[in-house]
Nanobody, 121 residues
Framework: QVQLVESGGDSVQDGESLSLSCAAS????????MGWVRQTSGKPRLEVAVLRTDGTTLYARDLKGRFTISRDNAKNTLNLRMNNLKPEESGLYRC???????????????WGQGTQVTVSS
């Protein structure tokens, strides 16, 4: 079992950048499919970025090129760099760990509490 704690959320202006981190304990994150999921009131949950165990990545539409997911195995930490943020990208960003499913994505088994990102225009 793995425990996940996010940090780095903040209030920023439209066009600014932000980096989020997810500190994991209990197991190496390299054993898991890892991801960042955004929750916004009134909207469906969105998988922002996914990092599979083989190192390949997936991004939500329109985010590739501005968002970068990465992991630091030595620190057992998952990171998300977000550039040129937009107001509609505000929300609670949660770190998740799971396993690759049969359709190439990930099924999430463990969740962090989340860190709030607010982008103002």
């Amino acid at each position: 079992q793995v425990q996940l704690v996010e940090s780095g959320g903040d209030s920023v202006q439209d066009g600014e950048s932000l980096s989020l981190s997810c500190a994991a304990s209990g197991a190496p994150i390299s054993n898991y499919c890892m991801g960042w999921v955004r929750q916004t009131s009134g909207k469906p949950r969105l998988e922002v970025a996914v990092l599979r165990t083989d190192g390949t990545t997936l991004y939500a539409r329109d985010l590739k090129g501005r968002f970068t997911i990465s992991r630091d195995n030595a620190k057992n930490t998952l990171n998300l760099r977000m550039n040129n943020l937009k107001p509609e990208e505000s929300g609670l960003y949660r770190c998740a760990a799971g396993h690759v499913n049969g359709v190439g994505g990930c099924t999430w088994n463990f969740w962090g509490q989340g860190t709030q990102v607010t982008v103002s225009s």
